[in-house]
């Protein structure tokens, strides 16, 4: 049984930064390629940044320069490093992970506001 367990939500100011966590648990974390999404109110789930198994990332156009996705295998981790945040990234950051079926967080909360 699979389980990823995000942390490091928060609220934050404009222009500020947060590092998004997302330890996974039961399964063989480096063989599977990771993203983050987020969900904000009233709007469709979105992949924001995703990583491969052997490193490669890729990022929505909106966060890109900003945002900074990377996984520490030892640690069956994988980051999201936000920085320059803006009002519009506030949502609910979900984890992901590419396996069949496919495993998700339980999500934490972003909130960009001054």
């Known amino acids: 049984q699979v389980q990823l367990v995000e942390s490091g939500g928060g609220l934050v100011q404009p222009g500020g930064s947060l590092r998004l966590s997302c330890v996974a648990s039961g399964s063989a974390f480096s063989s599977y390629a990771m993203a983050w999404y987020r969900q904000a109110p009233g709007k469709q789930r979105e992949l924001v940044a995703g990583?491969?198994?052997?490193?490669?990332?890729s990022y929505v156009d909106s966060v890109k320069g900003r945002f900074t996705i990377s996984r520490d295998n030892a640690k069956s981790t994988v980051y999201l490093q936000m920085n320059s945040l803006k009002p519009e990234d506030t949502a609910v950051y979900y984890c992901?992970?590419?396996?069949?079926?496919?495993?998700w967080g339980q999500g934490t909360q972003v909130t960009v506001s001054s």
């Open positions: 990583i491969s198994d052997r490193g490669t990332t």
């Open positions: 992901w992970m590419r396996r069949a079926p496919p495993a």
